[in-house]
């Protein structure tokens, strides 16, 4: 989705993790596996950058005391690439959807209120949500969908079904890789709630395979559709800004509260990355609109990232003050950063700042700022100044520039479901791609760009603040201008 916007906020926001079978202290079984499997390796810095951070353009690589980076090469393509690649056209899609927790169970009426699309099979290991999101689907005057209950694996089964076009994985992150490579092998195109993996080697397997099976992977980033993102984004394609010069976004949302919650995340999935990790958990949001401004792996690309890290206190400050001895929390040691800085370079030297606070008091905000020469817009509250419209050093309405707002917004004025509408502009857009037969939107490469940062940024802030190389995912064709998020109203 979109964010885990998982409380009220200016949008409107509704939350967006899944499920997974739990064990009986509340802790999901495979992220108790998981967990003491990193924990014995010693949470190594390998671990989250296994075999990756390529050379930028020149050649060169990210320096530092502790900055392990493989100065190697992309990998030779193992198929054509996925740019440019359309959908086979169909009058109907028919879907199938992993993990019915908060995200999938609220995303799949989306999915049910646009025409032509399909529910036909459903799945998540806790079976009363499924029973819920059948009964979802029955009402809307659909059959009945399959449903797949037995356990962590059987989302396999469901991938396996010869009548689904497109699967959708609304999970805790721990599973988003291996479901979407099961999808692929399966000859489904997937896309994936944020972010799409974890490590720099799963993002190029999942490149890889997008190209050998010719199957689109794409990170469902609600946040590129949002009104004001979308607006921002024609107006910087129609020079409003100027020659673009710097962005910024960021995931800064007080989730301490639902991250101690016992239920609400159907065990400590969320909360337990606060103890691997010291980068960026949660980078797609703001990345991917700035991206899009940019036109990133469109004309220009990011080569660099360099994060810093404050000392992780907010979590352990809230469950001093919140959670009873003996509860399972006191056992963990928190290690993720209460805000994450980092800074990313574009090969046209724009420079790009992202934000990560989720354990500290402060209002929601994703910045979704864009600065030019001309001009810039910053949000949270939203506010323009750009020449010549602007003078004396005070800000203008931002809403006098409806004009510039997307056929989608102009189309779907008063868009169902959370997050302020983004998310149902962005189901109905993904589905109608499908069913014209079009290309989509985004793609793997934007994909494994919005999501480079998680491991990354860990590296960055564990050498120190020293540049790490962030991958070349296309191989060299982002070079190329091609379309993207700025998409023309089809014809039919």
């Known amino acids: 989705m979109h964010d885990e916007n998982v409380t009220p906020n200016p949008e409107g926001t509704t939350p967006d993790d899944g499920t997974e079978s739990r064990a009986g202290d509340g802790h999901s079984r495979r992220t108790v596996l998981r967990t003491a499997g990193l924990a014995g390796a010693g949470l190594g810095v390998g671990a989250f950058a296994s075999g990756t951070a390529h050379a930028d353009a020149s050649g060169s690589a990210a320096t530092g005391a502790d900055a392990t980076v493989d100065t190697a090469k992309a ?15 169909r009058s109907t899609v028919r879907v199938g959807i992993i993990g019915l927790g908060n995200r999938g169970g ?8 646009i025409p032509g699309v399909r529910v036909v099979a459903l799945c998540d290991p806790v079976k009363d949500k499924t029973a819920a999101a059948a009964k979802k689907v029955t009402a809307a005057g659909q059959p009945a969908p399959a449903t797949y209950t037995k356990g962590e694996n059987d989302y396999e089964n469901l991938c ?6 497109f699967v959708y994985v609304a999970t805790p992150w721990d599973f988003h890789f291996a479901m979407a490579k099961t999808a692929m092998l399966n000859g489904k195109h997937v896309g994936v709630e944020c972010p799409i993996a974890l490590r720099l080697d799963e993002l190029w397997e999942l490149v890889d395979l997008s190209e050998r099976t010719r199957r689109h992977c794409m990170q469902l980033e609600n946040c590129c559709y949002g009104k004001n993102e979308m607006r921002v984004l024609r107006m910087a394609h129609a020079g409003k800004f100027g020659d673009l010069l710097h962005g910024a976004g960021a995931y800064n949302h007080d989730l301490r509260g639902l991250m101690f919650d016992p239920d609400y995340y159907e065990g400590p999935w969320r909360r337990l990355w606060h103890t691997r990790l010291r980068g960026d958990l949660y980078p797609n949001h703001g990345f991917g609109p700035v991206a899009n401004y940019m036109d990133v792996n469109r004309g220009d690309r990011a080569t660099h990232i360099s994060s810093f890290g404050t000392p992780s206190l907010g979590l352990a400050e809230y469950r001093k003050e919140h959670m009873p001895a003996g509860d399972p929390s006191w056992k963990e040691t928190y290690i993720e950063s209460d805000r994450t800085i980092s800074l990313v370079q574009t090969a046209k030297g724009r420079v790009i700042r992202l934000e990560h606070d989720v354990s500290t008091p402060h209002p ?7 600065g030019g020469t001309r001009g810039v817009f910053e949000d949270y ?9 602007h003078t004396n050093d005070e800000w203008g309405d931002f809403a ?7 056929w989608l917004w ?8 959370g997050h302020g509408g983004m998310d149902y502009i962005m189901i109905f857009r993904l589905m109608q791609t499908m069913q014209l037969g079009l290309v989509p939107d985004f793609d793997v490469y934007d994909a494994a760009t919005w999501t480079a940062p998680v491991p990354l940024s860990h590296l960055s802030i564990k050498a120190k603040g020293a540049p790490q190389a962030i991958p070349d995912f296309t191989r060299g064709l982002w070079k190329k201008e091609r379309p993207g998020m700025d998409s023309e109203k089809p014809k039919a």
């Open 364 to 370: 929601y905000s994703r910045i979704n700022s864009l």
């Open 75 to 89: 990998p030779a393509r193992k198929g054509g690439t996925m740019i440019g690649v359309p959908f086979q056209r």
């Open 410 to 417: 102009k189309e779907h004025a008063n868009p169902p479901g």
């Open 160 to 165: 396996k079904r010869g009548d689904i076009d």
């Open 106 to 113: 609220s995303m799949i009426d989306l999915f049910l209120a």
């Open 400 to 406: 006098k520039y409806a004009d510039f707002d997307h």
């Open 381 to 389: 509250p939203e506010r323009i100044y750009i020449e010549p419209d």
